[in-house]
């Protein structure tokens, strides 16, 4: 199809779209589809009149104008500097489409990224503040104006948790986030999948950001009731179910298959970059108003939530483009790249027919039903990997709360100290999430890429209870390797592993799936999150060396939970061997 001039501008789609060009006033207009987007005036493609010709483009909400500006200034400049840099002609129209594309696609990995950032970061103060609310006050010099008795051993802890089972108390606060997040993950997907991602992701974060600040207010308001934390908790868990299943299904709608392990494992380094900011946010105030670890975060929250109202972009058709090819026309997944995707994009493919266009312009759009909690199921490897998620989540969740903590009893840092040097965890986890995404989009094999990893853990989380604490270069080193074997796997299945299975051959390009499949497998993960620190709770006042005990045999059994995946793709890869071996002896 041939692109036109339109007052200086070039127009027109390819892929079922008719040019967009000035509809005669005889023919009068129709009111176009609505659409879930939230763009003014209905669909992208703008008006249709009674003739099945598309009027002048549709008139877009102010967000969609203004983020367009910015990215096509920035965009604009830096090509001119590269222009003249290098003595190059500017590319022409069909080029600056495959540009503006990748702009649009970048803009939202970026955002999206600091989106989920901001969701761990204000998760993360609660276990840097858990040894400031008990700690050992005989090795503290008491204030002068202090009211308490001189025989008073807990006058510098925080009541209620100044008590001998305060480790339990801990937990129960810890385990009201978790059990209401994992409860309200089930939930949270369906409604994903109903309701515009951009009004239910900003109401998500302003509540959260509401929440976390109540949870440091209480330091501020002189609150003693355990209750009132335990209540804050439920209800910060309940608003932060809004944030990954829509995250993941925001990417997903802009990103296909190819290279996706590796664009979600660096992308998912935000989970570990938002406990980093969070530990470090934390320290900064927990020897003096801790509450201020809570407020701080909650506010940038909050925040972030403002800005995901104005700027968020749900689909690629909202910016005149359409999403990435999941799979071939004969339902086998594809394996091509990024920049394949975008080849096959509509604003950059330059040949079509025009009475094909016209015709599929003129046939109205049916939007597929969302899928339902057991259609969602019965998904070949959605099962296995949401088990194994389980044991693996119980891991990683149990050193996010449990290790700053960890850190002060048995190497005998300050409270500041263990919090910064709790972060080599994650810093770890981001490595280990890029590494299993790039492994598994080598060798196309999600599950024994998972598999492998956790197999490794087992005995490294056993030498780090044994030797890593035999001086900070072993405390450093086998963190950063604990961090990369035990958040790999757990980062790969809730990014990757999620959205292909949410986009599976299995359901005939109804993309509606990825949302309530994400919340599945996240939900079912969290079970296991809030079984991890609640069992440390409960064990590690028996030693610490019964938690590490316990952190094996749930990475075992998260190994075990894959064997099924592994075998099959091992299968999968031998006949892929033999017709390679077929072809080259014809």
């Known amino acids: 199809m041939e692109r036109r001039l339109w007052n200086g501008k070039w127009i027109g789609r390819t892929g079922g779209l008719a040019p967009r060009a000035p509809c005669p006033a005889s023919h009068g207009t129709l009111s176009s589809s609505p659409r879930l987007s939230g763009v003014q005036g209905g669909s992208p493609r703008g008006h249709r009149c009674q003739a099945g010709h598309y009027t002048c483009p549709p008139t877009h909400a102010p967000r969609r104008r203004?983020?367009?500006?910015?990215?096509?200034?920035?965009?604009?400049?830096?090509?001119e500097v590269g222009v003249r840099a290098g003595g190059k002609s500017r590319p022409g129209p069909w080029r600056k489409a495959r540009l503006e594309s990748h702009r649009f696609r970048g803009f939202i990995l970026l955002l999206t990224f600091f989106i989920y950032t901001c969701y761990h970061m204000s998760r993360k103060p609660i276990s840097v503040i858990?040894?400031?609310?008990?700690?050992?006050?005989?090795?503290?010099?008491?204030?002068?104006?202090?009211?308490?008795?001189?025989?008073?051993?807990?006058?510098?802890?925080?009541?209620?948790?100044?008590?001998?089972?305060?480790?339990?108390?801990?937990?129960?606060?810890?385990?009201?986030?978790?059990?209401?997040?994992?409860?309200?993950?089930?939930?949270?997907?369906?409604?994903?999948?109903?309701?515009?991602?951009?009004?239910y992701l900003s109401a998500g974060m302003l509540l959260s950001g509401l929440f976390t600040s109540l949870f440091g207010l209480g330091y501020f308001w002189k609150i003693h009731m355990l209750w009132y934390f335990v209540l804050i908790q439920i209800c910060n868990g309940l608003a932060q179910t809004t944030g990954w299943p829509s995250v993941v299904t925001c990417v997903g709608n802009w990103f296909g298959k190819g290279k996706r392990g590796l664009i979600m494992g660096i992308w998912n380094s935000h989970t570990s970059v938002g406990n980093i900011l969070g530990s470090l946010i934390a320290g900064?105030?927990?020897?003096?108003?801790?509450?201020?670890?809570?407020?701080?975060?909650?506010?940038?929250?909050?925040?972030?939530?403002?800005?995901?109202?104005?700027?968020?972009?749900?689909?690629?058709?909202?910016?005149?483009?359409?999403?990435?090819?999941?799979?071939?026309?004969?339902?086998?997944?594809?394996?091509?790249?990024?920049?394949?995707?975008?080849?096959?994009?509509?604003?950059?493919?330059?040949?079509?027919?025009?009475?094909?266009?016209?015709?599929?312009?003129?046939?109205?759009?049916?939007?597929?039903?969302?899928?339902?909690?057991?259609?969602?199921?019965?998904?070949?490897?959605?099962?296995?990997?949401?088990?194994?998620?389980?044991?693996?989540?119980?891991?990683?969740?149990?050193?996010?709360?449990?290790?700053?903590?960890?850190?002060?009893?048995?190497?005998?840092?300050?409270?500041?100290?263990?919090?910064?040097?709790?972060?080599?965890?994650?810093?770890?986890?981001?490595?280990?999430?890029?590494?299993?995404?790039?492994?598994?989009?080598?060798?196309?094999?999600?599950?024994?890429?998972c598999c492998i990893m956790l197999i490794l853990a087992a005995p490294m989380m056993f030498l780090y209870n044994y030797i890593g604490q035999n001086g900070i270069?072993?405390?450093?080193?086998?963190?950063?390797?604990?961090?990369?074997?035990v958040n790999g796997p757990y980062a790969l299945i809730t990014t990757a592993v999620s959205a292909d299975l949410g986009t599976h051959q299995s359901l005939k390009g109804n993309a509606k799936a990825l949302s309530t499949v994400t919340a599945i497998i996240d939900g079912t993960g969290?079970?296991?999150?809030?079984?991890?620190?609640?069992?440390?709770?409960?064990?590690?006042?028996?030693?610490?060396?019964?938690?590490?005990?316990?952190?094996?045999?749930?990475?075992?059994?998260?190994?075990?939970?894959?064997?099924?995946?592994?075998?099959?793709?091992?299968?999968?890869?031998?006949?892929?061997?033999?017709?390679?071996?077929?072809?080259?002896?014809?």
């Open 66 to 79: 203004i983020m367009t500006l910015l990215l096509s200034w920035v965009s604009g400049f830096l090509l």
């Open 130 to 199: 858990k040894s400031r609310l008990h700690q050992n006050c005989s090795e503290l010099v008491k204030p002068v104006n202090d009211s308490h008795s001189l025989n008073d051993t807990t006058w510098c802890d925080w009541a209620p948790f100044d008590k001998n089972n305060y480790k339990e108390l801990l937990g129960a606060v810890d385990n009201a986030f978790l059990v209401a997040y994992a409860i309200g993950m089930f939930i949270s997907g369906i409604f994903g999948e109903r309701l515009p991602l951009r009004y």
């Open 284 to 449: 900064v105030w927990v020897n003096e108003q801790w509450g201020l670890s809570f407020v701080v975060p909650g506010v940038i929250t909050a925040a972030m939530g403002v800005i995901t109202f104005f700027f968020l972009i749900e689909y690629p058709e909202d910016v005149d483009c359409t999403a990435p090819q999941h799979h071939t026309s004969d339902g086998l997944e594809q394996n091509q790249d990024y920049a394949e995707d975008l080849g096959n994009d509509p604003c950059t493919n330059k040949e079509s027919s025009l009475e094909s266009a016209a015709r599929c312009s003129r046939e109205p759009s049916v939007q597929p039903a969302a899928i339902s909690f057991l259609g969602a199921l019965r998904i070949p490897g959605v099962v296995e990997f949401s088990l194994c998620l389980l044991f693996a989540k119980l891991v990683s969740y149990t050193f996010l709360y449990w290790l700053p903590l960890y850190i002060f009893n048995v190497a005998h840092f300050s409270a500041k100290q263990a919090g910064d040097l709790s972060t080599l965890f994650d810093v770890g986890g981001i490595m280990g999430g890029i590494m299993a995404g790039l492994i598994s989009d080598y060798t196309n094999g999600r599950a024994t890429t």
């Open 473 to 485: 270069t072993n405390s450093i080193v086998m963190l950063i390797i604990c961090g990369a074997l």
């Open 526 to 586: 969290s079970i296991g999150a809030a079984l991890g620190p609640l069992l440390a709770g409960l064990i590690s006042p028996t030693g610490w060396n019964n938690v590490f005990y316990m952190l094996i045999s749930a990475d075992i059994l998260a190994c075990l939970l894959l064997c099924r995946l592994v075998y099959k793709e091992i299968v999968a890869w031998k006949s892929s061997l033999s017709r390679d071996r077929r072809y080259k002896e014809i």
